[in-house]
C-alpha cells in the first residue's frame, strides 16, 4: 500500500510539472528603438533547416536549426567567415 501511494504522488507531480510547462512560454521580445543583435544568415540549399547567426555586438557566429515556433536554436560556434 505504501508504494501504491508513492506512486501516486510521483505521478501527481508528473502531471503538475507538465501542466505547468505546458501552460507557460517565455519569448524575447527585441526593445523598441535598439536595431536586432541577432542576424539571421542564409546558408546553402544543401542544408535545409540550418541557417548561421551572427551576434552583432560580440561578432560570433554560431550555427542554428530552424524552430518553426520558437524561431532557432543554437547549435554549435562556426567560423566568421560563414556569416559573412
Known sequence: MANVKRLAWILVGIAIGFALSAATSVRAEPRKGEPNRIVAHPTLSQ????????DEKTHSCWLAAEAKEKGFSG????PADACQ
Open 75 to 78: 547549435l554549435a560556434p562556426a
Open 47 to 54: 542544408m535545409p533547416g540550418l541557417i548561421f547567426v551572427s
